[in-house]
């Protein structure tokens, strides 16, 4: 096991100055270069601070928090994100949502209009690995939200970011296209090998794709259980009706019970 | 007939019978033109001043526009300042709120004392009177920005820039762009109000001139030109507004 990729050590995190809201407090997590980490938790537990907190989108009260080995006291610039709201611009195409990033990075920012049909076409390539092939001249609002979804994916993983920060992607879809964008971003994720947290409140979700869950308390939220997932990969949906992932979701289930009536 | 059809006729067969009702009330009550001159009259007073109605409505036209046009540039930075800087809005906002309570038109006799009577004072009623919503409009698109977006771009190292030219201008384009048809009203308004206190020229202007000679078929051939200019400036920004951010217009309940 290799140096933590990302490391929170003891992080305290208060929203409001003086006597504000404590919505973390003695967090500690670690994830490693390429693990597919997700967060569970009661809801106001601080899972979206945590993604904040990891991001550079805000800084500490007390404790550290470590990206790639530097402690971070700026936005990292190595992340995609992913919301449950899609946030596309709907005064783009849906293409042009997805450059939007290589706007932004560099080396892409200061490439991008010399070489702008290599990066629509990496675009269009990227669109059709999440089964959005011919959809980029589309506006957002031409597109079902499962496909808005999709898109929003591909904005996050344009400019191949080291580090995927989910929250709650899939929580506005019905089952059947979670299931489907599980399937893409399980995909992605094999192919890419890029880091992900996943925060969600679906057990089954977390369960499935990631190699590791951290179950947080309620608010102030810190982590009260920490699990493997030991399930072979590649995963097919099948194993979601096993017994065994049954019992790891079981298992989690009973931590955010506790969670919630506050035994720990 | 369709009923689409009739409602693609009902605003010429109302205006029409509007004039042809108002026509009828003059012939059959007998109303002196002094008092209410027929559409007839009116007509006839139209094409016997179309000349200085045209010299004048040119005047008229161009004062307006140019105190929109400074509105416009004055409005757009001013509502960027306001909608990037908390601090600019908390501390403006009031003295913005407070200018605008003011009614214009009393201003106009501070603007003839500063630069006498001429086409300045109008130019600058229109302005003063029609940037206030232009800011309003712009600094509340930048305000409702959606958080997530920003999260999004500063996650990516984003400066402040970036956002603002990327998210911030482009959301606040709707409210910009619906803000101009009230703000060419107000600034017709404006420079009509001026140019009858202090101008000698513009559609203001000859009215102040005909109603001192008790010149009311002239009265109210002069109204019409307003409304046939006040009418087509209108058409045109709502239709650059539906040219530019055609985007916003998807739902066929909004537009139009």
């Known amino acids: ?264 | 007939m369709t009923s689409k059809q009739k409602i693609a006729l009902a605003p010429w067969v109302f205006t029409l019978g509007f004039f042809l009702v108002w026509e009828a009330a003059c012939r059959l009550f007998g109303i002196s033109s002094f008092v209410l001159p027929s559409p007839m009259q009116i007509g006839v007073a139209m094409w016997e001043y179309r000349t200085q109605l045209s010299f004048h409505s040119f005047h008229t036209l161009w004062m307006t526009f140019a105190g929109f046009v400074l509105a416009v540039v004055f409005g757009l930075l001013l509502g960027l300042a306001l909608g990037s800087s908390k601090i600019v809005h908390a501390g403006t906002y009031p003295l913005l709120v407070g200018f605008n309570a003011i009614p214009k038109v009393a201003v106009v006799p501070i603007l003839v004392i500063w630069f006498g009577v001429g086409w300045l004072p109008a130019v600058l009623t229109a302005f003063l009177i029609s940037f206030f919503p232009i800011v309003v409009n712009v600094a509340t698109g930048l305000a409702t920005i959606e958080p997530e977006v920003e999260d999004v771009l500063k996650a990516l190292g984003a400066s402040k820039l970036d956002i603002m030219t990327k998210v911030g201008l482009p959301r606040s384009m709707p409210y910009f762009f619906g803000s101009l048809k009230v703000a060419i009203t107000l600034a017709y308004v404006g420079s009509v109000i001026a140019e009858y206190n202090a101008s000698s020229y513009g559609i203001g202007n000859l009215m102040a001139r005909a109603s001192a000679d008790f010149n009311v078929p002239l009265l109210f051939a002069a109204l019409i030109a307003l409304a046939v200019l006040g009418v087509a400036m209108y058409a045109v920004t709502a239709w650059v507004e539906k040219r530019m951010t055609g985007w916003a217009q998807r739902s066929g309940f909004a537009a139009g």
């Open chain 1, 1 to 264: 096991m290799g140096e933590a990729f990302i490391a929170l050590d003891r992080v305290q995190h208060v929203y409001g100055g003086e006597g504000g809201v404590l919505a973390v407090e003695d967090l500690t997590l670690s994830v490693r270069e390429g693990e597919f980490v997700a967060v569970v938790g009661p809801s106001g537990c601080g899972k979206s601070t945590l993604m904040k907190l990891a991001t550079g989108l805000q800084f500490p009260r007390a404790g550290s928090v470590r990206v790639d080995g530097q402690a971070v006291s700026k936005p990292v610039k190595i992340a995609g994100m992913a919301f449950q709201n899609p946030t596309l611009l709907p005064w783009r195409t849906t293409l042009d949502n997805i450059l939007l990033p290589l706007e932004i990075v560099e080396p892409h920012r200061s490439r991008l209009r010399r070489e702008k049909a290599a990066y629509t076409e990496k675009a269009e390539a990227l669109l059709a690995s999440v089964g959005l092939a011919g959809f980029g001249p589309k506006f957002p609002w031409q597109l079902s939200g499962g496909m808005q979804q999709r898109a929003s994916l591909c904005r996050a993983l344009i400019h191949e970011p080291r580090l995927l920060m989910l929250d709650e992607p899939f929580g506005a879809l019905d089952a059947f296209t979670r299931e489907e964008l599980w399937c893409v971003i399980r995909d992605l994720q094999a192919a890419r090998k890029f880091t992900v947290i996943l925060v969600t409140h679906d057990l089954r979700e977390a369960v499935f794709l990631a190699d590791k869950v951290f179950c947080m308390s309620a608010r102030p939220g810190r982590i009260i259980a920490e699990r493997e997932i030991t399930l072979p990969r590649p995963r097919d949906l099948e194993v979601t009706y096993s017994p065994e992932f049954a019992d790891i979701v079981h298992e989690l289930r009973s931590h955010i019970k506790d969670a919630r009536s506050g035994v720990h």
